[in-house]
T-cell receptor, first 115, second 117 residues
Framework: EDKVVQSPLSLVVHEGDTVTLNCSYE??????LLWYKQEKKAPTFLFML????IEKKSGRLSSILDKKELFSILNITATQTGDSAIYLC???????????????FGKGTKLTVNP | DTGVSQDPRHKITKRGQNVTFRCDPI?????LYWYRQTLGQGPEFLTY????????KSRLLSDRFSAERPKGSFSTLEIQRTEQGDSAMYLC???????????????FGEGSRLTVL
């Protein structure tokens, strides 16, 4: 069965700290790995990674995928209180006809950034 | 607003009652997903549609749950004889498989929160 494991489950830091969130996965017919940010409402898309070793970057957030070791990390530098949220990792499995089937989510990492 | 919309946003019901949630996806998206999320957990897959066809249904979904997408546009999720364990946020998401480049990104609605007393 497809599985996504995130660590840590919870993290409390001070503003300005750098954090690294981890995501490991086991999935049949891997297609992509996605990171989402969830505050009080629906998850919002951050990154999609399909190739190993290519860093995706958006402002203070960056992410990279290792398809050999089956994991991804999400880095946030110079954290701000507005970064407080649950960060979800999801893996997309390739369907029988090459299209996506569904996203399998991890439990998320709850990040709290204190002033 | 052209995002995914869900209705109602909140539903409180007594155990044993039936509830129905509606999802209107982004109009050009042909895939529609239902997820359930409880506190401290990531979204848990329930089912998904491509157009009006239900392509996959989670084994975790009991026969009290049924979903439809009759015309390939909006979808409904019905829970019959609700139980307290059904209390959760029910998230709908949509994506496009027919508009390249296909990215796999799901666009989520704001969810329907169900509380079963």
């Amino acid at each position: 069965e497809d599985k996504v494991v995130q660590s840590p489950l919870s993290l409390v830091v001070h503003e300005g700290d750098t954090v690294t969130l981890n995501c490991s996965y086991e999935v049949t017919n891997f297609r992509s790995l996605l990171w989402y940010k969830q505050e009080k409402k629906a998850p919002t898309f951050l990154f999609m990674l399909t190739s190993s070793g290519i860093e995706k970057k958006s402002g203070r957030l960056s992410s990279i995928l290792d398809k050999k070791e089956l994991f991804s990390i999400l880095n946030i530098t110079a954290t701000q209180t507005g970064d407080s949220a649950i960060y979800l990792c999801a893996v997309e499995a390739r369907g029988a006809q090459g299209g996506s089937e569904k996203l399998v989510f991890g439990k998320g990492t709850k990040l709290t950034v204190n002033p | 607003d052209t995002g995914v919309s869900q209705d109602p946003r909140h539903k409180i019901t007594k155990r044993g009652q039936n509830v129905t949630f509606r999802c209107d996806p982004i109009s050009e998206h042909n895939r529609l997903y239902w997820y359930r999320q409880t506190l401290g957990q990531g979204p848990e897959f329930l089912t998904y549609f491509q157009n009006e066809a239900q392509l996959e249904k989670s084994r975790l979904l009991s026969d009290r749950f049924s979903a439809e997408r009759p015309k390939g546009s909006f979808s409904t999720l019905e829970i019959q004889r609700t139980e307290q364990g059904d209390s959760a946020m029910y998230l709908c998401a949509s994506s496009s498989r027919s508009i390249p480049p296909y990215t796999g990104e799901l666009f989520f609605g704001e969810g329907s929160r169900l509380t079963v007393l």
